[in-house]
């Protein structure tokens, strides 16, 4: 083809009068022939692009193959596996689909790792996060009386086989008197009851699971039910709920009913991508009305589908208009009149 349109070329440059032309030369009009400066204008379209790759670079298959397809274009590539083409990469012709959000898990860099048997009892009796492995967020002025130790910041301790590893907070909520936080329906939301992970594969990815990897996304891991998963499919999962805003977070097995709260998620992501999650929420639960703000204290209060909603500073408000109730208003009025 571009040695046809090569010599046709060639015969559209002006012929000198002393050539002698041929029979054969001679274009005849009757035949319908494609113009030729269409052709060549049009010539880049007819050029095959190949990006250029290494060709020493193999072919490197992911460290997780998501089963389930929603959870597959929020894999977070490896350095390993970051700018190496794949057999399941999305080709030019396909349509891409906007990146989910991504979130992060806790830093990798712990402040640092302390024998588990050198830790005071009372860090055990003290208050759980609502996860496994058993995880305690340790703020910064309580951290001499738990950990024996004075932190100079507020830490996520979380245990690690015989160690327990004290990572630092870069937000922690202590800081922000004001900051509300969403009410759960499960206020005495408790830590799940696993004695023993005895689990080495992810039912999800089919990824081994070791709490001694280097591989943080290969960390067990489990909120309030004890449903174990890798902290990589936790992640993607809540990564593709905030996308589709379907919050808050539901448990990745089927038929748990229990969703991702707040405090239990602060053992698994970073304080930046909790803050995600926790706005994101907040704004889906205020859309759908599921959430209100008491006009008195601006509490978050959590509606659960009833009429009237009572609030921890005492007042009584409608779920529907966010209203103090004249219910309780009446009471009140009749109340101090009372002798």
Known sequence: MRGMLK??????????????????DVIDDEHHY?????VISDLNSLVLRKDKRDRGAK?????YRFIDEILKPVFVPSPRTRG?????????????????????SIPNEMTTGLPLASVPPRLHAAPRLACFPPTWEIHAKGSLRLLGQDMSSCVIAKEYGE???LFTVEDCSSTHPLRLLLPFPTLDEKPPIIHSADVDHCEICDGEMDMRSDVRLSHLFAFSCPHIFCSGCWLAH???????????AACLQPSCPLTVSFSAAKGLLSSRSNETYELTTIDVLKA?????????????LYTNRSLSVACPCG???CSQCSSISSLLSVTSLRSSKSP
Request: hydrophobic share 30%; proline share 9%.
């Open 238 to 248: 809540i990564s593709e709920s905030i996308h589709n805003r379907k919050l808050p």
């Open 163 to 165: 160690e327990l590893r």
């Open 59 to 63: 072919r490197v298959k992911p460290r």
């Open 34 to 38: 494609v113009s030729l400066a269409t």
């Open 84 to 104: 190496i083409e794949r057999d399941d990469d999305p080709k030019d012709d396909e349509t891409r689909s906007p990146a989910p959000a991504r979130v992060m």
């Open 7 to 24: 010599r046709e070329c060639i015969l559209l440059n002006d012929i000198p009068e002393d050539t002698d032309i041929d029979d054969d």
């Open 288 to 300: 759908v009305e599921r959430l209100i703000t008491c006009p008195e204290c601006k509490r978050l």
């Open 315 to 317: 007042a009584s408000l």
